[in-house]
């Protein structure tokens, strides 16, 4: 049941409070496609301040107004709106960065066969650039001269451009610098206007002076002890150029409504459904390290989204966010829409592994809450497949001379495909009898034009299975029919 997660969550984070690993956190989990809710659940632990290891005078408990620092969450935004602008025909996405900022010229580390450093590239984690963490989460304040004089002295490589994933802020912070270029404004008012304000995120800032600061929770640094005096106040930095890369402050409620937009399954809002998609598709996959002889998911970077997919839960969208005294976490079960968003006030706080054991927790106690989206057949392979099932239990042959491809009788002759299904039977201990009473309701849907029917047989350890596929055409027709006998899951058929 959701009140077993829901309880179960709470216990988790304030028990990440109590063992002082986060100075506070505020969460929500999130609606999906079923939902009108967009919160579903809400909570939180800790508090906004903490001197010494106690709450600071006057500061209030972590709540689900609280406001905080969203880190490099914020990738999203600067992704959407470059699509955006993409969308609008003010760019292209393979344009030299250098097209739109001039001063980006020269600034990389290149070799001759090096493609030049495209917005694709930046927006993927795929130009090569070396990873800025922390360097970067320092930068935040830079200016566009500063940031100029930073480019004129040159940036290294770590990889060829194109070739692998590193993860780049100053990639971000150049986006952020198209957006001023191309629009004649500046990145932090081209996201307000495009998408803050359209979709309501009125506690979503760039700076103390943008939201309601008696909300504001204190990010801390976590120093060398053990206990909650571990957390020390560290002070804001003010917007600049690397603002574009982690500069938005916002609440749970806001981050509930950024990704139910960037989930949705249907055409509406500030950003067409179709570049929404795009950047929720592996555009450079990402190493990880073997665990125990394999590996528990892929994992890959879209547009200022993570994707990964794993065993048990499907493919899930994310980002985390980890800044001077803050760390938070967005992910999203693409299937179901249902998600998870945490904000917490301290450095390195735990905000993506708990968000994580909380979409586990919903799979484990509340299963159909983020049930795999099953496809439907297709109304043309519907019918082919109520024909082909007849003709297989010896129905007329004018089934087949309807729906047949050109190909199916030069793979197989018709005499032959109905001998395969004879022996097939008998094996099984099956009867055209049992042919006929199958429904194409009861196939596997692997795709809208691929269905798979697995039948039990009467013989102990054997299985009837029969594949059907349609042809590419839109007026499909049936290019793939085979009946076979296999073994029953958990067994090996007789010899």
Same mark, same amino acid.
């Given at each position: 049941?959701?009140?077993? !997660?829901?309880?179960?969550?709470?216990?988790?984070?304030?028990? !990440?409070?109590?063992?002082?690993?986060?100075?506070?956190?505020?969460?929500?989990?999130? /609606?999906?496609?079923?939902?009108?809710?967009?919160?579903?659940?809400?909570?939180?632990?800790?508090?906004?301040?903490?001197?010494?290891? !106690?709450?600071?005078?006057?500061?209030?408990?972590?709540?689900?107004?609280?406001?905080?620092?969203? !880190?490099?969450?914020?990738?999203?935004?600067?992704?959407?709106?470059?699509?955006?602008?993409?969308?609008?025909?003010?760019?292209?996405?393979?344009?030299?960065?250098?097209?739109?900022?001039?001063?980006? +010229?020269?600034?990389?580390?290149?070799?001759?066969?090096?493609?030049?450093?495209?917005?694709?590239?930046?927006?993927?984690?795929?130009?090569?650039?070396?990873?800025?963490?922390?360097?970067?989460?320092?930068?935040?304040?830079?200016?566009?001269?500063?940031?100029?004089?930073?480019?004129? /002295?040159?940036?290294?490589?770590?990889?060829?451009?194109?070739?692998?994933?590193?993860?780049?802020?100053?990639?971000?912070?150049?986006?952020?610098?198209?957006?001023?270029?191309?629009?004649?404004?500046?990145?932090?008012?081209?996201?307000?206007?495009?998408?803050?304000?359209?979709?309501?995120?009125?506690?979503?800032?760039?700076?103390?002076?943008?939201?309601? +600061?008696?909300?504001?929770?204190?990010?801390?640094?976590?120093?060398?002890?053990?206990?909650?005096?571990?957390?020390?106040?560290?002070?804001?930095?003010?917007?600049?150029?690397?603002?574009?890369?982690?500069?938005?402050?916002?609440?749970?409620?806001?981050?509930?409504?950024?990704?139910?937009?960037?989930?949705?399954?249907?055409?509406?809002?500030?950003?067409?459904?179709?570049?929404?998609?795009?950047?929720?598709?592996?555009?450079?996959?990402?190493?990880?390290?073997?665990?125990?002889?394999?590996?528990?998911?892929?994992?890959?970077?879209?547009?200022?989204?993570?994707?990964? $997919?794993?065993?048990?839960?499907?493919?899930?969208?994310?980002?985390?966010?980890?800044?001077?005294?803050?760390?938070?976490?967005?992910?999203?079960?693409?299937?179901?829409?249902?998600?998870?968003?945490?904000?917490?006030?301290?450095?390195?706080?735990?905000?993506?592994?708990?968000?994580?054991?909380?979409?586990?927790?919903?799979?484990?106690?509340?299963?159909?809450?983020?049930?795999?989206?099953?496809?439907?057949?297709?109304?043309?392979? +519907? $019918?082919?497949?109520?024909?082909?099932?007849?003709?297989?239990?010896?129905?007329?042959?004018? $089934?087949?001379?309807?729906?047949?491809?050109?190909?199916?009788?030069?793979?197989?002759?018709?005499?032959?495909?109905?001998?395969?299904?004879?022996?097939?039977?008998?094996?099984?201990?099956?009867?055209?009898?049992?042919?006929?009473?199958?429904?194409?309701?009861?196939?596997?849907?692997?795709?809208? +034009?691929?269905?798979?029917?697995?039948?039990?047989?009467?013989?102990?350890?054997?299985?009837?299975?029969?594949?059907?596929?349609?042809?590419?055409?839109?007026?499909?027709?049936?290019? $793939?029919?085979?009946?076979?006998?296999?073994?029953?899951?958990?067994?090996?058929?007789?010899?």
């Amino acid at each position: 049941m959701l009140e077993n !997660a829901v309880a179960a969550l709470s216990a988790l984070v304030e028990e !990440a409070v109590a063992e002082s690993r986060t100075a506070g956190v505020s969460w929500a989990l999130i /609606g999906g496609h079923a939902h009108e809710e967009a919160v579903l659940a809400h909570g939180a632990a800790g508090h906004r301040e903490l001197h010494g290891g !106690a709450p600071a005078p006057g500061s209030a408990p972590m709540d689900r107004g609280t406001i905080s620092r969203i !880190a490099s969450m914020t990738k999203s935004f600067t992704a959407a709106t470059v699509l955006a602008l993409r969308d609008e025909g003010a760019l292209r996405l393979d344009d030299p960065v250098a097209l739109h900022v001039p001063e980006a +010229a020269g600034a990389f580390d290149q070799v001759p066969g090096d493609p030049e450093i495209t917005l694709r590239l930046l927006l993927t984690m795929s130009a090569g650039l070396v990873t800025d963490n922390p360097w970067g989460d320092r930068q935040e304040s830079l200016t566009r001269e500063q940031f100029a004089a930073v480019l004129a /002295g040159g940036l290294g490589a770590a990889h060829r451009p194109g070739t692998a994933f590193e993860y780049s802020n100053t990639g971000y912070a150049l986006l952020g610098r198209v957006i001023d270029e191309v629009t004649g404004s500046d990145y932090t008012a081209e996201i307000r206007r495009r998408f803050l304000d359209p979709l309501g995120l009125a506690d979503t800032g760039w700076s103390a002076a943008e939201i309601d +600061a008696s909300r504001l929770a204190t990010g801390h640094r976590v120093a060398d002890r053990a206990d909650a005096s571990r957390f020390e106040p560290v002070p804001l930095d003010s917007p600049g150029v690397y603002g574009a890369m982690a500069g938005l402050f916002s609440t749970v409620d806001d981050v509930a409504a950024w990704v139910r937009f960037l989930a949705a399954t249907k055409e509406g809002g500030p950003l067409s459904l179709a570049s929404r998609r795009e950047m929720q598709q592996i555009h450079r996959h990402q190493s990880l390290p073997a665990r125990d002889g394999g590996f528990d998911r892929i994992r890959g970077y879209g547009f200022g989204l993570v994707i990964e $997919q794993f065993p048990d839960l499907g493919t899930v969208i994310s980002h985390s966010g980890g800044y001077p005294g803050y760390g938070s976490f967005m992910v999203w079960h693409r299937d179901s829409g249902v998600g998870v968003t945490m904000l917490a006030n301290s450095k390195y706080a735990p905000a993506t592994a708990l968000s994580m054991q909380a979409l586990r927790l919903l799979h484990a106690e509340v299963p159909q809450l983020l049930a795999p989206r099953v496809p439907v057949p297709a109304p043309r392979t +519907a $019918q082919a497949a109520t024909a082909m099932l007849d003709w297989l239990a010896g129905g007329p042959e004018e $089934q087949a001379e309807r729906w047949f491809a050109d190909t199916m009788d030069l793979d197989a002759p018709r005499d032959e495909r109905r001998r395969r299904a004879a022996t097939a039977l008998e094996r099984t201990g099956l009867s055209a009898a049992d042919l006929r009473a199958l429904q194409v309701g009861e196939a596997e849907v692997l795709t809208p +034009a691929q269905l798979r029917w697995s039948v039990p047989g009467a013989v102990e350890g054997t299985a009837l299975r029969i594949d059907l596929l349609m042809d590419p055409r839109r007026e499909a027709l049936v290019q $793939q029919l085979e009946t076979t006998a296999v073994a029953a899951p958990g067994a090996q058929p007789k010899a």
